[in-house]
């Protein structure tokens, strides 16, 4: 009998004998769950000073007229790295959840059509200050899904972020998305240096990066490796699939991700 919970022991056999390792499951759920609550609060220290920064270079970039050329573009750079550290904020909280098996979605009625525009607007400035141009092939409307949208914007923003940060200044970046199968297809395909097949799964692992020696490489910063974990975490918790190939083309990636329009988990 075993007062507490124990992992299945190890035996580790060697010339002088053997030792016998026990560990205790309960004080590791313990730690666990420690690393979770302080992930949590730590986030929510960092969220609530820079919801308060955020707010205060809103109202400066609002009153923009009464500022000079370089003041002004002072400001909207603020606001993009403000937004960045929110979002990276965001994404570690759900990586704890995932970690912890806590991830739950807020689900809700959701345009596709609208989600993707509403990602490429977004996206716009820092398509215009890379030098990429945007072509997108999107309907009007489409069929409603059942989605978290936090959740899929912040998969819509990383995989389009990927692209600009990836496309060499002159290059492009196709956005669609359509009705295919009893699903949303929707395709962002760059004109990058391309993820050679063999890492075409693998970029989907967490803390999994390639290098690419790519002159802007420095655009974007240097990424922790788990932004596309998030995403295929995510894009599967409603069902869906995302994945990579090579684009149409040649050259470059396409990242598809199909979200079912009729899925009861
Ligand atoms: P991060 O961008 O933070 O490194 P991600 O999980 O978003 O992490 O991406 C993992 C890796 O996949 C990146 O390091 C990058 O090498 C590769 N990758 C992602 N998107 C693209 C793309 N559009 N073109 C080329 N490589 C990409």
């Not at 909280?93 to 979605?105: F, K, N």
């Not at 409603?144 to 060499?168: C, E, H």
Request: hydrophobic residues 45%; charged residues 25%.
């Amino acid at each position: 009998f075993l007062p507490r919970m124990l992992h299945v022991p190890e035996l580790f056999e060697g010339a002088g004998g053997a030792i016998l390792v026990l560990s205790d499951v309960t004080e590791l759920a313990r730690v666990d769950e420690m690393r979770a609550e302080l992930v949590a609060v730590a986030s929510h220290e960092l969220r609530t000073p820079l919801t308060t920064l955020r707010m205060t270079l809103l109202m400066l970039e609002e009153g923009a007229a009464a500022l000079s050329d370089r003041q002004r573009e002072l400001v909207s750079t603020s606001v993009l790295g403000a937004a960045q550290l929110a979002s990276t904020i965001d994404e570690y909280l759900d990586l704890t959840r995932i970690e912890a098996g806590q991830l739950r979605l807020d689900r809700e009625p959701i345009e596709p059509a609208a989600l993707v525009r509403d990602a490429i607007a977004r996206a716009a400035t820092l398509a215009a200050d890379s030098g990429v141009r945007l072509e997108t092939a999107i309907p009007d409307r489409l069929p409603l899904v059942v989605g978290d949208g936090a959740r899929l914007r912040l998969v819509l923003d990383n995989v389009l972020s990927n692209a600009l940060k990836y496309t060499p200044w002159g290059g492009r970046v196709a956005i669609e998305a359509a009705e295919e199968d009893g699903a949303i297809r929707i395709g962002i395909a760059d004109t990058g240096p391309g993820i050679p097949a063999e890492y075409s799964e693998r970029v989907f692992e967490k803390f999994f990066r390639v290098e690419h020696h790519l002159p802007n490489r420095e655009r974007g910063g240097r990424g922790a490796g788990i932004g596309l974990y998030l995403c295929r975490e995510i894009v599967g918790l409603h069902g869906g699939t995302i994945r990579c190939d090579e684009a149409p083309g040649g050259s470059g990636t396409r990242f598809t991700v199909r979200i079912p329009i009729q899925f009861s988990p």
